[in-house]
């Protein structure tokens, strides 16, 4: 069945940087919008990039200017590269993958991944 796989999270001082990677096996890029979110403790899962089927890239507010998604189709591997970090950004990120329309909502993803721990100290 379809794997998501994330790695690259840890512990990082705010304004260093990070890159997440998120692997995906048994699943088509070109069928599906493939995103990151995070969760925060008690805190419900937010957007933050996505991919879409025709290579647009788009960005919650929060991170724009700061992170970058991006695609390696050859590794199926999709990533998100992180700088500035802030102790805001703490939280576990989630790679989806959405086969219907919208990318942004994390009740639509068809598929997703255990996540990785980011932590961001002040």
């Known amino acids: 069945q379809v794997q998501l796989v994330e790695s690259g999270g840890g512990l990082v001082q705010a304004g260093g940087s990070l890159r997440l990677s998120c692997a995906a096996s048994?699943?088509?890029?070109?069928?599906?919008?493939m995103a990151w979110f995070r969760q925060a403790p008690g805190k419900e899962r937010e957007f933050v990039a996505a991919v879409t089927r025709n290579r647009n890239t788009y960005y919650a507010d929060s991170v724009k200017g700061r992170f970058t998604i991006s695609t390696d189709n050859a590794k199926n591997t999709v990533y998100l590269r992180m700088n500035s970090l802030k102790p805001e950004d703490t939280a576990v990120y989630y790679c989806g993958a959405a086969a219907g329309p919208f990318y942004s909502d994390p009740n639509k993803m068809t598929y997703w991944g255990k996540g990785t721990l980011v932590t961001v100290s002040s």
């Open positions: 048994r699943l088509t890029f070109s069928n599906y919008h």
